[in-house]
């Protein structure tokens, strides 16, 4: 039985993966905008209230409501990835937006005097500069993306907590189920954080 | 090589450079003088064309800008910072860039620097990288902004006999800076600066 929570590892894996690479791409665009003062009240308000209401509610919205609003049925899987990504990318925004506001105005400057183009000023020397200071940052959104994923089992999904969950109403006993989630949940923290501390530690200071 | 023609630069209503006319030529080492806030850099940034402004800017050739803080990348290690603007914005190859981002680090004696970065560099060390940056770019024009407010004495010397260099080479420079001695020994023409008119030249 042990096994078959254990299983539920690769599933909550996929929901964090996508949750992360979503919320990165929604948040970069959005920190890149926020940054150049473009559409501030907007994204303001966006981060407000994705910070503001629980995930669980934002969850349900998207898989309740949203295939109604459009007429389309999505399955449980999209609308995890929306609803995780979307949340993930207002506390990523501001991380990402708060390592630019880190780097020197003297590389924007740098930049320009030698002529080079906007693209590749943001690509190759902005923001390698302001991720260096906000991976651990990231890190732990994605440390808490993967607990957060939990919520996905009140659609049904069988993430490692769905499949605790089942074990626990077969057997009559919830000791060693939930344990066994804990200790899945732990699994993929703990390597998170030990890459981050490895990053830390191997980082040279700018 | 460059002349300016009523040249105004405001920030907010308040005239930094007022009503400036300049003409240099060829192989000149222009020393800019004046006090702080007199508006020597925002001179040195509008002939690079980092501001806007009004009035007329022409110059010859690109010109180079080396930075009072150097700005070097510091996530890049010395060869790559040297190397970058010119593949990417004069297209040059791989290759020729580092031909002559080696030959202009064995010149200035810190081609055993080349893997490291910025910040295992001198003061001294990180304003050569510099000016290597900018001359990598082929430029015709070098403007320097307070090139000795980080150095001690003893490399003040070697920054005098560089600008030489390059002005026997053809190169037209302007240097801005408060250091009279420093001024006298490198310039060919000194000007002045006091809240943003030039006084004589």
């Known amino acids: ?206 | 090589m460059i002349t300016i023609e009523n040249l105004c630069k405001k920030f907010d209503n308040q005239i930094i450079l007022h009503n400036i006319h300049l003409e240099i030529k060829q192989s000149e080492v222009v020393g800019l003088i004046g006090s702080s806030g007199s508006g020597k850099t925002t001179l040195l940034r509008c002939i690079h064309g980092l501001e806007t402004n009004e009035g007329l800017i022409q110059r010859r050739g690109r010109t180079g800008f080396i930075f009072q803080q150097f700005h070097l990348f510091p996530h890049m290690n010395v060869l790559d910072n040297i190397i970058y603007a010119p593949i990417k914005t004069l297209k040059q190859s791989k290759a020729k860039a580092i031909a002559t981002a080696q030959a202009l680090l064995v010149r200035m004696g810190l081609w055993e620097k080349h893997l490291c970065t910025p910040q295992q560099l001198s003061g001294g060390q990180k304003q050569r990288v510099a000016i290597i940056r900018a001359l990598a770019m082929d430029p015709s024009i070098l403007l320097l902004d307070e090139p000795t407010s980080a150095l001690d004495p003893m490399l003040v010397q070697e920054v005098i006999t560089l600008v030489h260099e390059l002005k026997n080479e053809g190169l037209t420079i302007i240097i801005a800076s408060h250091d009279h001695v420093f001024l006298k020994q490198v310039a060919t023409r000194i000007i002045f600066l006091e809240n943003g008119k030039l006084l004589s030249t």
């Open chain 1, 1 to 206: 039985m042990e096994i078959y929570i254990l299983q539920g590892i690769w599933v909550t894996l996929q929901y964090t993966l996508v949750a992360f690479l979503g919320g990165s791409i929604i948040g970069t665009t959005l920190a890149f905008l926020k940054y150049n003062h473009k559409a501030v009240w907007l994204i303001n308000a966006y981060i407000s209230f994705m910070r503001g209401t629980p995930l669980l509610v934002q969850l349900t919205l998207v898989y309740f409501v949203l295939p109604s609003l459009l007429g389309v049925s999505i399955s449980v899987f999209v609308a995890g990835a929306i609803a995780f990504s979307v949340n993930s990318s207002a506390y990523i925004a501001e991380i990402i937006r708060a390592g630019l506001n880190n780097v020197d105005r003297g590389q924007f400057e740098a930049s320009q005097a030698l002529g080079i183009s906007k693209f590749h000023m943001w690509k190759d020397i902005i923001f390698p500069q302001a991720l260096r200071t906000i991976m651990p940052a990231l890190i732990n959104e994605a440390i808490t993306l993967v607990k957060e994923t939990a919520l996905i089992s009140t659609l049904g999904e069988q993430d490692i907590m769905r499949r605790a969950q089942l074990v626990s109403a077969e057997q009559y006993t919830y000791l060693q189920p939930l344990l066994t989630a804990a200790a899945s949940y732990y699994l993929l923290t703990f390597l998170l954080e030990q890459m981050s501390k490895f990053y830390d530690y191997h980082r040279k200071p700018l």
